[in-house]
C-alpha cells in the first residue's frame, strides 16, 4: 500500500514539470494553405433580349437592388449592371433612396 501511494504522489509532480518546462521547445511550423479557388465566372458584356427583358421584368420587384445584386442574378458584369441601373432609374421602374461612393 506504501508503493502505490508514493507512485500516486509522484505522477502529479511530473505533470508540473512538464508544464514549467514545454516553453523552451521550438514550435511547429505552420503549413501554407493552398487557398479557395473560385470559379471563373463568365458574365455577358452586353445583354441579350431575354436577359433585358428579365432587368425589367424582376428587377424592379428585388427588396434590394444594387450592382452587385443584379450582377449576380442575371448574370451580366458589374459595369453593365450599374448602366442598367441608371437606366431603370431615369425610365421610372426604380426610385433612388441611397446615394453611396465608397
Known sequence: PKKDAKA??????????KKEGSGGGKAK???WSKGKVRDKLNNQVL?????????????????LITPAV?????????SLARRALIELREKGPIKQVVQHHG
Do not use: I, N
Open 70 to 78: 443584379v450582377s449576380e442574378r442575371l448574370k451580366v458584369r458589374g
Open 8 to 17: 500516486s504522489a509522484k505522477q502529479p509532480q511530473k505533470t508540473q514539470k
Open 29 to 31: 511550423k505552420k503549413k
Open 47 to 63: 445583354f441579350d433580349q431575354p436577359t433585358y427583358e428579365k432587368l425589367y421584368k424582376e428587377v424592379p420587384q428585388y427588396k
